[in-house]
């Protein structure tokens, strides 16, 4: 998870890593009457059952049952706010009541990758919200990054936080965890430096036929006011179902635009939708995939990736390259890459090939859209 920028500024770390897949991010169930541990989600202790998983588009599902208890849990991130929101609803189709812990962990980074000069420093308040800060984030060391837990159709028995890593997984690690094992400690000690997280757990007893739905927040802004702002907004029952009908609507506008059909359903499927989300979510906003995680402008990449907006969002191409035209220097080479503000910083190269994009990309949106007023467009360089 990352806030304003991919690389430079991830809240939880990144990996790189296809084979082990490393977590720094965990949610576990703990049947309290059998002592068995797993998670709703494929990873980090998946139970012995098979999950359905449905990718849409702003948002992903994962659907399994274990035993009589079935589970969804949903993921997204509302198009008009700064913060991930995950939904686990639970519901308890057997003839006896269940009595349930669920748990919630985030190992924080708030930098780009942990050094000397990590200082993270996690922490609960009052309220059972948990908080986070790192002085020495450099150019984002004014974020506010918090959690917050709601659970809506139960009673809760008991909650419990911590925030140091290493006394929530112990011995047991990411698979395991030493806090949710029988007799498991909690401690309320803050969580500095790399050690820093969020975790939580909330117990409570599900009867036959109930459900529950249990709603964790992750976000980093910017003021006190808007942390209470949000946490006001989608600390409400409904507040999943509203945010996943935005989030269906707002995609719903970004993508329609285009519709073909072809005798080929797989290649309906990829173009009707998937690569222009793909196109605007990861490579034009995001600048994030899982071989890469840079976080900033390529003088090339994004040209070429503007190029596939000509038709469905023409005026987003058109940004794109006045932005790429103030990276020229008079001795005519560009910035090979950069990082947008507040950062600022790039790389200056002479990749010749860099140079025949802006000509390139700009004939193709003169061609498609006929805007020549772009052409009387001043930018520094």
Same mark, same amino acid.
């Given at each position: 998870?990352?806030?304003?920028?991919?690389?430079?500024?991830?809240?939880t770390? +990144?990996?790189?890593?296809p084979?082990?897949?490393? #977590?720094?991010?965990?949610?576990?169930?703990?049947?309290?009457?059998?002592?068995?541990?797993?998670?709703?989600?494929?990873?980090?202790?998946?139970?012995?059952?098979?999950?359905?998983?449905r990718? =849409?588009?702003?948002?992903?599902?994962?659907?399994?049952?274990? =035993?009589?208890?079935?589970?969804?849990?949903?993921?997204?991130?509302?198009?008009?706010?700064?913060?991930?929101l995950?939904?686990?609803?639970?519901?308890?189709?057997g003839?006896?009541?269940?009595?349930?812990?669920?748990?919630?962990?985030?190992?924080?980074?708030?930098?780009?990758?942990?050094?000397?000069?990590?200082?993270?420093?996690?922490?609960?308040?009052?309220? #059972?919200?948990?908080?986070?800060?790192?002085?020495?984030? =450099?150019?984002?060391?004014?974020?506010?990054?918090?959690?917050?837990?709601?659970?809506?159709?139960?009673?809760?028995?008991?909650?419990?936080y911590?925030?140091?890593?290493?006394?929530?997984?112990?011995?047991?690690?990411?698979?395991?965890? %030493?806090?949710? %094992?029988?007799?498991?400690?909690?401690?309320?000690?803050?969580?500095?430096?790399?050690?820093?997280?969020?975790?939580?757990?909330?117990?409570?007893?599900?009867?036959?036929?109930?459900?529950?739905?249990?709603?964790?927040?992750?976000?980093?802004?910017?003021?006190?006011?808007?942390?209470?702002?949000?946490?006001?907004?989608? =600390?409400?029952?409904d507040?999943?179902?509203?945010?996943?009908?935005?989030?269906?609507?707002?995609?719903?506008?970004?993508?329609?635009?285009?519709?073909?059909?072809?005798?080929?359903?797989?290649?309906?499927?990829?173009?009707?939708?998937?690569?222009?989300?793909?196109?605007?979510?990861?490579?034009?906003?995001?600048?994030?995939?899982?071989?890469?995680?840079?976080?900033?402008?390529?003088?090339?990449?994004?040209?070429?990736?503007?190029?596939?907006?000509?038709?469905?969002h023409?005026?987003?191409?058109?940004?794109?390259?006045?932005?790429?035209?103030?990276?020229?220097?008079?001795?005519?080479?560009?910035?090979?890459? +950069?990082?947008?503000?507040?950062?600022?910083?790039?790389?200056?190269?002479?990749?010749?090939?860099?140079?025949? +994009?802006?000509?390139?990309?700009?004939?193709?949106?003169?061609?498609?859209?006929?805007?020549?007023?772009?052409?009387?467009?001043?930018?520094?360089?």
């Open positions: 998870t990352w806030s304003r920028n991919s690389q430079a500024n991830r809240l770390s +990144w990996s790189n890593d084979i082990s897949d490393p #977590h720094s991010e965990a949610f576990y169930m703990l049947d309290e009457d059998t002592g068995e541990l797993w998670s709703p989600l494929p990873g980090p202790c998946p139970p012995q059952s098979a999950f359905i998983v990718h =849409g588009f702003g948002r992903t599902r994962f659907i399994s049952n274990i =035993g009589s208890l079935s589970q969804e849990v949903e993921i997204l991130v509302p198009p008009e706010d700064s913060i991930k995950v939904s686990v609803r639970l519901k308890n189709n003839t006896a009541p269940r009595n349930l812990v669920f748990s919630s962990y985030q190992r924080l980074l708030l930098c780009s990758a942990p050094d000397r000069h990590h200082a993270t420093l996690a922490w609960t308040d009052g309220n #059972h919200i948990q908080h986070a800060i790192n002085p020495r984030a =450099g150019d984002f060391a004014d974020g506010r990054v918090f959690s917050f837990m709601c659970v809506h159709g139960v009673a809760v028995e008991r909650v419990r911590n925030n140091s890593a290493s006394a929530f997984l112990g011995e047991g690690g990411i698979a395991d965890p %030493a806090a949710l %094992a029988a007799g498991g400690g909690w401690e309320s000690a803050r969580g500095f430096g790399y050690d820093a997280c969020f975790s939580n757990m909330t117990s409570f007893i599900l009867p036959p036929d109930a459900e529950v739905e249990i709603l964790i927040g992750f976000s980093e802004v910017g003021s006190l006011a808007e942390e209470n702002r949000i946490i006001q907004k989608y =600390g409400e029952p507040a999943m179902r509203a945010a996943s009908a935005e989030v269906d609507v707002y995609w719903e506008k970004m993508l329609g635009h285009i519709r073909i059909k072809t005798p080929l359903p797989e290649v309906d499927l990829m173009v009707n939708g998937w690569l222009l989300y793909q196109n605007l979510a990861c490579r034009i906003w995001g600048r994030s995939a899982f071989y890469q995680s840079g976080g900033a402008y390529g003088f090339r990449d994004q040209l070429q990736d503007s190029g596939a907006l000509a038709i469905s023409p005026t987003l191409m058109r940004s794109q390259i006045l932005l790429h035209a103030a990276q020229q220097f008079p001795e005519g080479d560009v910035t090979h890459w +950069w990082h947008p503000e507040p950062m600022g910083n790039g790389m200056r190269t002479k990749f010749s090939d860099d140079l025949l +994009w802006l000509p390139y990309l700009t004939d193709h949106y003169l061609n498609v859209s006929g805007d020549h007023q772009i052409l009387e467009e001043l930018r520094p360089f």
